[in-house]
C-alpha cells in the first residue's frame, strides 16, 4: 500500500518524501528495513528512525525542525497520535487470510447455516441450527454449540468452546482455550442438611462488536436473564466474569482479574492485573482500578468528585492517594510506638 493511501484512510500530513513510497509492514525501530513503517514520539526516537532503514516514520506534528536537513530516503507522516496512526496502519496492512473452507475432518451440525468465505479448521464442531458470518475463521478443534449465532469477520482461535445460547457481534476475536456461556456458580444451600442445589442456569450471553478476549478467559450465561460484554472491550488473558455480569463499552480488563455475579463495570473503566470484584459491584464509568484492588460485594466505586484518571487502589478500593497517606500515617505510628519502647 502506498503511503498516501494510508494518509487518505487515515489522515496526517505528509511533511516529507515521497507520497508514492509503499508500505508494506509495520515494524519496530531496530528491525525496519525497506519497506516497512515505524513511528516516534520524541525527538530521541526520531533521530532513531531516520538512521534506521525504514521507508517511511509517523511522528507527532512538530517534531521536525524547520531548519532540519532534509532526509529523502524516508517519508515522513505528522499526526497528533502517530502510535494510534501506526496501529492502524498495521491493521490495514496486516495480509488477510486466505479462505480455506470446511475442512473434511469438521463436523456440521443439521441446518447450520455458513455465510461467504466462512473457514472451518479440522476437528472443529459447530452444533445443530448455528449460524457463522461472512468471513469468521473457526480455527481447529474449536467447538461452537448448537444454535451459536457469531457475527462477520470473527477470528475463533484454537480449542475455543462456545455453550449454547450465546450470541456474538462482527469482529470478536476469541484467543485458544476462551470458554463462553457455560453455567454461573449460583447455588442455594439446604439449611438442614448442608446440601447445595444449583440455582437454575438458563440465561444467556451476549458479545458485542470488536470484542477481544485473550487465551484462556470464562464468561457466564446469566442465571435467568443476560450477560453481557459490550462494544470494543478488550480481555487481557486468565479473566474469569460471573453470571448476570454486564462490562461496559471500551472496557479494559487486565489478566487475573476476577469479577463476580451481577457487577456492573463501566464505559471506558480499567481493571488492572488480579483485580477482585465482589458480586453485585458497580464500578464507574472511566474508573481505574490498581493492581490487587478489590471491591467488597454492593460497593460502588465512582470517580465523582475526583479528578480525571484518578487510581483506586487496596482492599477496599479507594483514591491512591488517600492509600499513600494511610499508609505514611501507620508508619509513623510503627515509629513512635517503637520509640516509646512500647
Not at 498516501?4 to 507520497?19: P, R, Y
Not at 505528522?78 to 469438521?106: I, N, T
Not at 444451600?189 to 458479545?207: E, S
Not at 453485585?280 to 470517580?303: C, D, P, R, W, Y
Amino acid at each position: 500500500m502506498k503511503i498516501c493511501e494510508l494518509i487518505e484512510k487515515l489522515g496526517g500530513e505528509l511533511a516529507q518524501g515521497d507520497a508514492e513510497t509503499r508500505i508494506r509492514a509495520v515494524n519496530g525501530l531496530a528491525q525496519a528495513g525497506a519497506g516497512d513503517l515505524v513511528f516516534a514520539e520524541d525527538a530521541a526516537t526520531v533521530a532513531e528512525a531516520l538512521r534506521s532503514a525504514a521507508s517511511a516514520v509517523v511522528l507527532r506534528a512538530g517534531l521536525i525542525a524547520p531548519d532540519a536537513a532534509p532526509a529523502p530516503a524516508i517519508a515522513m507522516v505528522e499526526d497528533r497520535q502517530p502510535k494510534l496512526w501506526f496501529a492502524r496502519a498495521g491493521k490495514l496492512l496486516a495480509p488477510k487470510l486466505p479462505s480455506v473452507g470446511v475442512h473434511p475432518s469438521a463436523v456440521i451440525g443439521a441446518g447450520v447455516k455458513l455465510g461467504a468465505d466462512v473457514s472451518v479448521a479440522a476437528c472443529a464442531v459447530v452444533g445443530d441450527g448455528a449460524e457463522i458470518g461472512a468471513g469468521t475463521r473457526i480455527e481447529a478443534g474449536a467447538v461452537i454449540g448448537a444454535g451459536v449465532r457469531i457475527g462477520d469477520e470473527c477470528r475463533i482461535y484454537p480449542r475455543v468452546v462456545v455453550y449454547p445460547g450465546t450470541t456474538i457481534g462482527n469482529r470478536v476475536m476469541l484467543h485458544a482455550g476462551v470458554v463462553l456461556g457455560a453455567d454461573g456458580f449460583g447455588y442455594v444451600r439446604d439449611p438442614a442438611t448442608g446440601a447445595y442445589t444449583q440455582f437454575p442456569q438458563q440465561g444467556t450471553l451476549v458479545i458485542e462488536d470488536d470484542v477481544e478476549i485473550g487465551a484462556n478467559c470464562t464468561i457466564d450465561r446469566g442465571a435467568l436473564e443476560e450477560t453481557r460484554v459490550r462494544r470494543g472491550a478488550k480481555f487481557d488473558n486468565l479473566i474469569h466474569v460471573g453470571h448476570n455480569c454486564d462490562i461496559g463499552e471500551d472496557a479494559i480488563l487486565v489478566a487475573l482479574t476476577g469479577i463476580s455475579g451481577s457487577s456492573t463495570i463501566g464505559k471506558g473503566a480499567v481493571l488492572a492485573g488480579q483485580v477482585g470484584i465482589g458480586d453485585h459491584v458497580t464500578v464507574g464509568e472511566g474508573v481505574i482500578l490498581g493492581g490487587q484492588a478489590g471491591v467488597f460485594s454492593g460497593k460502588t466505586v465512582t470517580n465523582d468528585g475526583l479528578k480525571p484518571g484518578t487510581v483506586h487502589w487496596g482492599t477496599p478500593a479507594r483514591p491512591l492517594q488517600q492509600v499513600l497517606r494511610e499508609q505514611a500515617t501507620l508508619a509513623r505510628l510503627a515509629k513512635r510506638r517503637e520509640r516509646s519502647g512500647s
